[in-house]
Structure formats: structure tokens, C-alpha cells
């Protein structure tokens, strides 16, 4: 009876990897292609030049970002080489300060302070234009992220990082390209809906 | 997909394994004791889970294709069970410890 | 006891202490929650979280080579190749691994800049370690590669067990490369991370678990090889079957192409079948002994591991796997929850298994019995299972009130966090760590003292086919 031999068995585990190997690398391919900045799920990073925003769309049934009319940051456009150095210079202050270990990315992460995946987009950076004194949305986010500690949040607090202006302009830079990933519609809902008091 | 709906849809898909869970152990518990009472019993968590299965299949808003795998797999939940303990008796066979 | 045999337990010792780490840098997570003041100025939470999960990855890895070197003589007859190497890097693993605890407790973090990531912190998520920590982590992967299949050269000879072990040897390293470059973009980065963490951790560990178990079945249930090799080779074809697609579950908001959502579904939801057979087999394993073993606390491990993994992986891990489910549950406690259920399930319970063997023979035990272990095995399944509860009710809660309800933002968030259900989850959490805190002290005292009073023979190994 083959089922009560081990090599019948050996033979099935090698077959089944090296078939789901393949598969997976043929998907690998594929999905690298779409994530490529400038694919077609990943806008290229001049799009911090761009207004992002975020909508649902019926005909896919989900939500998904959505690419408007100019509107760099801090009011001035850059150059695609430019743009990657700062998307370069966001990462290495994200991994250096292990942003991902309080926070989600695309919900990937720790779970003590909110998801960052759309945060570019969050309304509330509307309030903190006013508290910070800031005139936008991006230089609000850079005053939050040089002193977090000395803007009363909720309870939990940020701690100071020692995040330099121009590691904060960079990560900034790095939120707002985050925003407009296609990401199939998640976060679910994302500021659509208001939370009743 | 509603804020209650959700929740409810999920539950429901932990208490089909979990089911299956009772069912496999109850089943296995039944083979080794020769106890018909404990067969029922195992006949019974698998009539939650079927219950649990149809429930999902008929009232949550799942697409059809997840329907379909749910129905499959609580089919395949039945099997594995028997399946599995019969594979055990024969892999056995010679140790003079089958049960 | 053989050269290869004391470096066992060496490792083991070191994964049993680590283990403490884990659960004390748990702790202090947990006080965060309930406690936002808990250490603000002087230790963030990143730093409690990241000592909490890179000691977790490092404590089941030492448990790993620890029963992988306690085995080794037996399957082959001599001393593994290069075992002056292993016991070198043996004590270069344990002094990197403080050097790095005191740099994530005391330094904490540096500039934006590359030097950061060679010297302090790399930043991602369970490989935080700095780069050149990571680079000995790779040497002494690639030195017990080195120990298993060279030992195979060495004797000659190849068990089928020894087989599987050495052929995952091979994406045991190559896969722990991803831990070094750093990628600018997100999406590509999580693509590749995942490959680290799923295929490394959930499919490589996978194997490397079943070899281990496979090996502590000959010994402790006296199974013969031709069995325990042909369950080994199902496990893998399923285990690899499911679970190399089954990565997809963690491509589905990525920003990958939709069509993961359809293949890590399906695979995924594939993933409790094999875990259901895996209880029948434990019940009857139990049944055909009786429930009575030369070593009831590797036993009842053993039993723990086959329904942990089914209850953390298939239960748990089904409740969110369907990518319409996920979209709401992705990133919430409620991940939390089926993680930690998952992993204990997993691999601990298979680790602690392999202490007890390892102690029998250390200590000359004809039997290993007594209540310390109970105790031990109670409070800390009894915790864990409490903790997974509580997190599980704060899951819902987040996911329920920040997603479904909330809108997914700042204010959601927080509205989410703030809700009396997800606070009486924290506050349950942290009280069920407290169990599972005092099961790790039974547990370390009960390891420590086993048989010290007890004078007996030396169980006969099982030989090598």
C-alpha cells in the first residue's frame, strides 16, 4: 500500500514544495512589478507634489486613494531625485527611531499607537494646525514629530525622539507617498465616518 | 458588512473549528474507550458545527466563494477525524499497541 | 555526557532564562496599557515591545539548537562536525545578545542615518537587532547548518529525519538574509519581511519543530522511526502545501495586487485540516499510553503543543483569515491575541518538551514526576490561555468600535482604545501575565531542582536506525 510508505510520502512533501515554490515565485514576479514606485499599485514618489485623498470607489466595491491636482509640500514642488532622497532619508528615520514597534504600517507593526498608513490623511492634523500655531497640514506634522512630548495628546503620550526638522520634513514627505499606496481598501472606512460622542 | 454582522460572522468561524476541535477529540475519546455515549457526543459537536456551517452559509455576508469553502471544509472536518485514526490503527499495526 | 550533549544544554539553559526576559518585558508592555505614565522619559514602550518579541525569536531559537544538539550524537553515533565551533559561538551569541538588550534599554535609538542601523537599531519589526548582531546571528545560523549536514558527511549516514532537518538548513539561512538591506519602499520591504517572518519563522520553524518532535517521540513514546518518518513527511507536505501560499493572508493590504486576497484566503483557510488530525493523533497517543509516560511533564508538553497549535493556529487564526474579516481585524489586539496563542501552541510548549527529555538523561532519572511541573504546566497554560482571552475581548472591542464603527483614524483609534471593554481586556491581560509570570518562576525552579535529591539509573537512549 503506497499510503503506509514513508518514501511515497517523501515524494508528495518534495513535489508540493517545489510546485507551491514555483507558483509563489511566479507571483513574486508579478506583485514586485505592481509595488515597483510608479506600478500600478505604488504611485512613483513625486507624488508628495500631488494632492492624495482617499474615496470609495463602487465599481471595485473598496476604498482607494486617489491622485489630484498639484499641491506639493510645504509649497514647493521637487524633482524626482529629490523626491527619493527624501522618501530615503523618511525610512531611515522610521527604522532608526523603530517607529514600527509603537505604531502599524499598512497594519504591520505594534499596536500602542495608531495605524500610519493613511495618517498624511487623518483629520485631526486640522486641530493640530491650531494647536501647534503651524499654517499647514505638513508643517503641523513636523512641529508634532520635533516635540511630541510637549503637546498633550491623550493619555498615551509620544516620547521625544530627537527627530531633527529635517528628519521630520523627510518623514513627512515619506507619510504623505505612504497615503497613496493602493492598499485594497484598507484602513476600512478611513475617516468617512464620524465617531458619535 | 455591519459592525454586528462582523463580529457575529467571525465568532462563527471560530466556533466551527472549534467545534471540529470537540468533535475530533470526543471522536477519538469514543474509538479508544468503546464508548458509545461518548460517540454520540462527538455526533453531537459535529451537528453544532454543521448547524454553525449552515449558519454561515445562509445568514452572513460572506461572497459565495468563501461559502463554498466553508461548506467544503465542514465536510472535509467530518472525514478527517475517522480518516486520521484508521491512517493511526495501520501505521500501528505491528507495535501490538492499536487500539 | 557527550560534547554536543553539554552545549545542549547550555542552549537550553540560555533559551529557559531568555524565556524569563520575554515574559517579564511582557509585563512591562502590558503596564503601559493600563499605566501610560509606566517609565515615560526612560524606557518607551517600543523598547519593552521590542525586548519582548526579539527575545521570544531568540529564546525558541536557542530552545531549537539546544534539542537539535542534544539529538545529533544519538541520530549519528559520533560528535557533530565542527562542535568546537558551535561551542565558540555558543558564548559570542549569548554576549551579543546582552550587548544588544543594554543598547535597546540604554541607547535606544540614533539619528536617521545608516550608521544607525550597523550599530543600534535596525527598526524592523522582530529583527530590530543592529546590523552587526544580526551578522553573528547569521554566522551561528551558519555554523549549525554546518554541525547538522556535516555531521551527515562525517557518519556517512542519513536518517530520514536527519534528511528533512538538513535540507531546511538551507532556507534556515539563506532566508534570515532579509534581515539586513534596508528598503526604501514600504510595500517592497513588508513584501520581503514577510518572506522573513512567515516563510522563516511560520515554515522553516515549522520543520525544524516536527524534526525535533519526530526525534522526541522515538525517545519518549518509544514510536518507531518508519512511523515518525512517514508523519514527518505528511507534516511537510502540508505544513509547505499551505503554508508557502498561505503567506499570502499577509499580502492582502500591502499594496500587493488584489488577487492575494483570494490566494491567502483559501490557503489559510486550509490550515486547520492538518491541525484537526494533529489532535486525533494526540488523543491517541494518550490513549495508547495511558496518559502515563517515564516523563509526564514532556508528555503533557508534548499533548500541549498539538492542542495549543490547534486552538491558537486553527481557532484563533480562522476567526480573521477570510480577507473580509481581516480588513476589519488586521492590526488589532485580536492579531495579538492568535499570535501569542499561536506561537506558544507552536514551538514553546515543543521546546519545554525537550527540556524535560534532555534533564531526564542529564540527571539519570528513571522517571520525572513530582508536582512542581504541574503547578508550572497549569499556571502557565492557564495564563496564557487567560491572556489570550482578555486580549481576544479587547480585539473585538478595537476592532468593532476603531474599524467597523470608528473610521479607522486618530479620533477612531482612540475612541477604541478609551472603550471599557477594551481597557477590561488590558486590565485582564495583565492579571493573567501575572500567572503565567509565577508558572515561569515554578517552571525555572522546577527545571533547576528536578531529581536534584533523586539518585537513579541512566535511561537507555533509543538507538539510531
Redesign the interface.
Known amino acids: 500500500m503506497p ?2 510508505d514513508p518514501a511515497f510520502w517523501r515524494a508528495g512533501a518534495i513535489s508540493t514544495t517545489v510546485v507551491m515554490s514555483i507558483v509563489l515565485a511566479m507571483l513574486t514576479i508579478d506583485s514586485l512589478e505592481a509595488i515597483a514606485p510608479g506600478g500600478s499599485h505604488v504611485p512613483p514618489y513625486t507624488v508628495i507634489n500631488r494632492h492624495i485623498d482617499y474615496a470609495h470607489n463602487a465599481k471595485l466595491g473598496r476604498d482607494m486613494p486617489t491622485i489630484g491636482q498639484d499641491e506639493p509640500l510645504f509649497g514647493r514642488a521637487v524633482e524626482a531625485p529629490e523626491a527619493a532622497a527624501l522618501i530615503e532619508r523618511g525610512k531611515l528615520v522610521i527604522q532608526s527611531r523603530a517607529c514600527i514597534d509603537c505604531h502599524t504600517f499598512m497594519g504591520n507593526g505594534a499596536y500602542y499607537g495608531p495605524d500610519l498608513t493613511k495618517a498624511w490623511l487623518d483629520p485631526a492634523w486640522e486641530a493640530w494646525a491650531a494647536i501647534t500655531g503651524a499654517e499647514s497640514r505638513e508643517e503641523a506634522m513636523v512641529r508634532f514629530l520635533m516635540a511630541p512630548d510637549q503637546y498633550a495628546t491623550w493619555q498615551r503620550r509620544m516620547p521625544n525622539l530627537g527627530i531633527s526638522r529635517d528628519e521630520a520634513v523627510a518623514t513627512v514627505a515619506y507619510l504623505k507617498w505612504l497615503a497613496s499606496i493602493d492598499t485594497n481598501g484598507f484602513p476600512i472606512h478611513f475617516g468617512r465616518i464620524k465617531v458619535s460622542e | ?3 454586528v454582522v ?2 457575529v ?3 462563527l ?2 466556533f ?3 467545534a ?2 470537540a468533535y ?2 470526543l ?3 469514543a ?3 468503546e464508548s458509545y455515549a461518548l460517540l454520540i457526543a462527538a455526533g453531537f459537536a459535529y451537528a453544532m458545527l454543521a448547524l454553525d456551517a449552515a449558519g454561515i452559509v445562509l445568514a452572513t ?3 459565495p ?2 461559502k463554498l ?1 466553508i461548506a467544503a ?1 465542514a465536510l ?2 467530518f472525514a ?2 475517522p480518516l ?2 484508521r ?2 490503527q ?3 499495526r ?2 501490538g ?1 492499536h ?1 | 555526557m557527550s560534547r554536543s550533549k553539554s552545549l545542549a544544554v547550555k542552549y537550553l539553559a540560555a533559551a529557559v532564562l531568555l524565556f524569563g526576559v520575554m515574559t517579564l518585558a511582557g509585563l512591562a508592555s502590558a503596564v503601559y496599557y493600563i499605566n501610560p505614565d509606566f517609565l515615560f522619559g526612560f524606557v518607551p514602550f517600543n523598547v519593552a515591545k521590542i525586548l519582548h518579541i526579539d527575545t521570544m525569536i531568540i529564546w525558541l531559537l536557542m530552545g531549537f539548537m539546544g534539542a537539535v544538539y542534544w539529538f545529533l550524537p544519538e541520530e549519528f553515533g559520533c560528535e557533530p562536525a565542527g562542535i568546537w565551533a558551535a561551542e565558540i559561538l555558543f558564548w559570542v551569541f549569548v554576549a551579543a545578545v546582552l550587548a544588544v538588550a543594554a543598547i535597546f534599554v540604554f541607547v535606544q535609538w540614533g539619528p536617521g542615518t545608516e550608521t544607525t542601523l550597523w550599530l543600534f537599531q535596525q527598526g524592523r519589526k522582530y529583527v530590530e537587532a543592529p546590523r552587526w548582531a544580526a551578522i553573528g546571528v547569521a554566522l551561528v545560523m551558519l555554523v549549525f547548518a554546518w554541525n547538522v549536514v556535516g555531521t551527515a558527511l562525517k557518519a556517512r549516514r542519513i536518517t530520514g529525519v536527519m534528511a528533512v532537518m538538513s535540507v531546511n538548513m538551507v532556507p534556515l539561512v539563506l532566508l534570515y538574509l532579509i534581515a539586513f538591506p534596508k528598503i526604501d519602499n514600504m510595500a517592497v520591504d513588508l513584501y520581503w519581511w514577510w518572506w522573513l517572518v512567515h516563510l522563516w519563522v511560520e515554515a522553516t520553524w515549522e520543520i525544524l519543530i516536527g524534526c525535533i518532535m519526530a526525534l522526541a517521540m522515538m525517545k519518549l513514546l518509544g514510536t ?1 522511526r518508519r ?1 515518525v518518518e ?2 514527518l513527511y505528511v507534516e511537510v507536505a502540508l505544513v509547505l502545501g499551505t503554508g508557502i501560499l498561505g503567506l499570502g493572508h499577509h499580502y492582502f493590504w500591502i499594496g500587493t495586487p488584489d488577487y492575494w486576497l ?1 490566494i491567502g ?2 490557503f489559510s ?1 486550509l490550515e ?2 492538518p491541525l ?2 494533529m ?3 494526540a ?2 497517543d494518550a ?2 499510553h495511558r496518559m502515563k509516560t517515564s516523563n509526564q511533564p514532556a508528555f503533557y508538553w508534548t499533548l500541549a503543543e498539538a492542542f495549543g497549535n ?2 491558537g493556529g ?3 487564526g ?3 483569515t ?1 480577507p ?2 481581516n480588513l ?2 488586521h492590526g488589532t489586539q485580536w492579531t495579538v491575541s492568535h499570535g501569542h496563542f499561536a506561537f506558544w501552541g507552536a514551538y514553546a510548549c515543543g521546546v519545554l518538551s525537550v527540556c524535560y527529555i534532555a534533564l531526564q538523561e542529564q540527571r539519570r532519572l528513571v522517571t520525572v514526576n513530582g508536582s512542581g511541573w504541574v503547578w508550572a504546566f497549569v499556571l502557565l497554560n492557564g495564563g496564557l490561555i487567560g491572556m489570550v482571552g482578555s486580549l481576544l475581548v479587547a480585539g ?1 472591542a478595537q ?2 468600535f476603531e474599524r ?2 470608528g473610521g479607522s483614524t486618530l479620533e477612531a483609534f482612540i475612541a477604541g482604545q478609551e472603550n471599557p471593554w477594551f481597557m477590561l481586556g488590558m486590565y485582564s491581560r495583565f492579571g493573567f501575565g501575572l500567572m503565567f509570570a509565577a508558572g515561569y518562576l515554578t517552571l525555572a525552579w522546577n527545571l533547576s531542582a528536578l531529581g536534584r535529591r533523586q539518585v537513579a539509573a541512566v535511561p537507555q537512549p533509543m538507538p539510531a536506525e
Open positions: 499510503f503506509d | 458588512m455591519s459592525p462582523f463580529l460572522t467571525s465568532s468561524l471560530g466551527m473549528v472549534l471540529a476541535g475530533a477529540l471522536y477519538g475519546a474509538r479508544f474507550r455576508p460572506l461572497t466563494p468563501w469553502l471544509s472535509a472536518y478527517i477525524p486520521t485514526w491512517a493511526l495501520y501505521a500501528h505491528e507495535e499497541t487500539l | 518507531s512511523i512517514g508523519w483570494g484566503g483559501f483557510a486547520p485540516l484537526l488530525g489532535v486525533v493523533h488523543v491517541y490513549g495508547v490547534f486552538l486553527g481557532v484563533f480562522f476567526m480573521i477570510l473580509q474579516l476589519f481585524a473585538m476592532a468593532f467597523a464603527i
